[in-house]
T-cell receptor
Framework: KAGVTQTPRYLIKTRGQQVTLSCSPI?????VSWYQQTPGQGLQFLFE???????NKGNFPGRFSGRQFSNSRSEMNVSTLELGDSALYLC?????????????FGPGTRLTVL | GENVEQHPSTLSVQEGDSAVIKCTYS??????FPWYKQELGKRPQLIID?????GEKKDQRIAVTLNKTAKHFSLHITETQPEDSAVYFC???????????????FGTGTLLAVQP
């Protein structure tokens, strides 16, 4: 099976702009989670989607939003970009067939805000 | 709130030596503890995980131990090789049956350098 894919891999934006990132999970995986990775804060949970519904959300401002489509692909959107939003954004997918669900990460989208 | 502490932040060992990374979690409801390896510029990759009903798990040169009472879990790498050099992250999750959430709380990472 193909792994988790993310597009684009790199983005450069300026403050105030908005951005949309895309994540395609492993075929058959229905859960998609998003994480922000920065040198200072490490890996922080943004939100999680399952069957097109957000079922958990981290402590990020409302400028960060997401959605999931019927084919399990997910997008996240960041509006009114700030310099501090520069980070590697990772998504992870899991199959959801047992009590404990292994998560597999995509390569990430590196966002730079100037 | 939920928190995972990870130590040490950096670890340098000689090839062939063992390496141990330790994590402590705060949420007593956590029941799933994965470890991820992230090489420079690459995605985090799951290397081993342990469930709360197991005290120890081993996979070749890698082992993980869990002490639920103390809320500690550790990664042990034996016979280290230069290709083991990477950043290692521990994580904790409270996964109810049916997967009410897959949210992972990550430790801050350990940079492991294996010197040839």
């Amino acid at each position: 099976k193909a792994g988790v894919t993310q597009t684009p891999r790199y983005l450069i934006k300026t403050r105030g702009q908005q951005v949309t990132l895309s994540c395609s999970p492993i075929s058959g995986h229905r859960s998609v989670s998003w994480y922000q990775q920065t040198p200072g804060q490490g890996l922080q949970f943004l939100f999680e989607y399952f069957s097109e519904t957000q079922r958990n959300k981290g402590n990020f401002p409302g400028r960060f939003s997401g959605r999931q489509f019927s084919n399990s692909r997910s997008e996240m959107n960041v509006s009114t970009l700030e310099l501090g939003d520069s980070a590697l954004y990772l998504c992870a997918s899991s199959y959801e067939d047992s009590l404990y669900n292994e998560q597999f990460f995509g390569p990430g989208t590196r966002l730079t805000v100037l | 709130g939920e928190n995972v502490e990870q130590h040490p932040s950096t670890l340098s060992v000689q090839e062939g030596d063992s390496a141990v990374i330790k994590c402590t979690y705060s949420d007593s409801a956590s029941n799933y503890f994965p470890w991820y390896k992230q090489e420079l510029g690459k995605r985090p990759q799951l290397i081993i995980d342990i469930r709360s009903n197991v005290g120890e798990k081993k996979d070749q040169r890698i082992a993980v131990t869990l002490n639920k009472t103390a809320k500690h879990f550790s990664l042990h790498i034996t016979e280290t090789q230069p290709e083991d050099s990477a950043v290692y992250f521990c994580a904790a999750s409270n996964q109810d049956y049916g997967g009410a959430t897959n949210k992972l709380i990550f430790g801050t990472g350990t940079l492991l350098a294996v010197q040839p």
